[in-house]
């Protein structure tokens, strides 16, 4: 009878062990109890590492629990802008299908689609254009994105931020348009893709020198010879300050 009786209590320790053990996924506070015993800590830290490295189940745990999805790291950078930096689309898909915003900025205070665009994420690119779209965002405020694009020669990145709306003549903080910053860095391609998309190749920089202005200082004989071609002139200013 006693080792009936210790058999029955055996199984009920089991049974209640088991119980305390499951958790309910509709339920925040049961969630974060199974984080806990899972000695997993509730922290954007923790989430934005399993974004990192692509771990979505344990990403939707943590969303089970009430995770507020674009809460940054204690680096500034959230998940999207991890995502977006390593040019993970998947997660990137995860993320906004799940409500997170693409308008965010990494822990250096930039857009996240500057910094995708500087890290060449093709990809990434395309699903944060999309997903700017789907928010509203204004393809105005990518002038910085093509001011990187066109400075780094990337012609890709410059055809999707054409594409998106996003402004070819927008001047940067140092008085550079585009095309500027094409030439200076010698990057002919780049140059002539915003040629054909009809840009003033008359501008003047900030200091009030020209594209050709430009082309020509920097040697860049290949350049200037497209600039002419396309009605391109050098400044007064140009030829009177080269004297000196």
């Not at 500034?76 to 915003?101: S, T």
């Not at 693409?102 to 995708?116: K, L, S």
């Amino acid at each position: 009878m006693k080792k009936s009786l210790l058999c029955l209590c055996a199984a009920g320790l089991l049974t209640l062990a088991a119980c305390d053990d499951t958790m309910d996924p509709n339920d925040p506070q049961s969630v974060r109890k199974y984080l806990t015993k899972q000695k997993i800590g509730f922290t954007p830290n923790n989430f934005v590492s399993f974004a990192a490295s692509g771990d979505t189940a344990k990403m939707t745990l943590f969303l089970q629990a009430s995770y507020e999805i674009d809460q940054p790291a204690d680096n500034g950078n959230n998940a999207v802008a991890i995502a977006a930096n390593k040019g993970n689309v998947m997660v990137l898909n995860y993320l906004f299908d799940h409500g997170a915003k693409a308008d965010v900025r990494n822990g250096n205070g930039e857009p996240v689609i500057d910094n995708a665009v500087m890290m060449g994420q093709k990809d990434a690119v395309v699903r944060l254009l999309a997903q700017l779209k789907t928010e509203g965002s204004d393809p105005q405020n990518l002038g910085t994105a093509v001011l990187i694009a066109a400075k780094s020669g990337k012609v890709d990145m410059l055809e999707l931020l054409a594409e998106a709306g996003a402004p070819l003549e927008n001047r940067s903080a140092d008085g550079y348009l585009p095309i500027h910053w094409t030439v200076k860095s010698g990057n002919y391609d780049a140059m002539m893709f915003l040629i054909g998309k009809g840009v003033d190749v008359n501008a003047k920089c900030g200091q009030g020198y020209s594209v050709l202005d430009w082309a020509t200082n920097e040697g860049y004989p290949r350049l200037i010879k497209a600039l002419k071609k396309a009605g391109a002139k050098n400044t007064p200013q140009y030829f009177k300050d080269s004297k000196k």
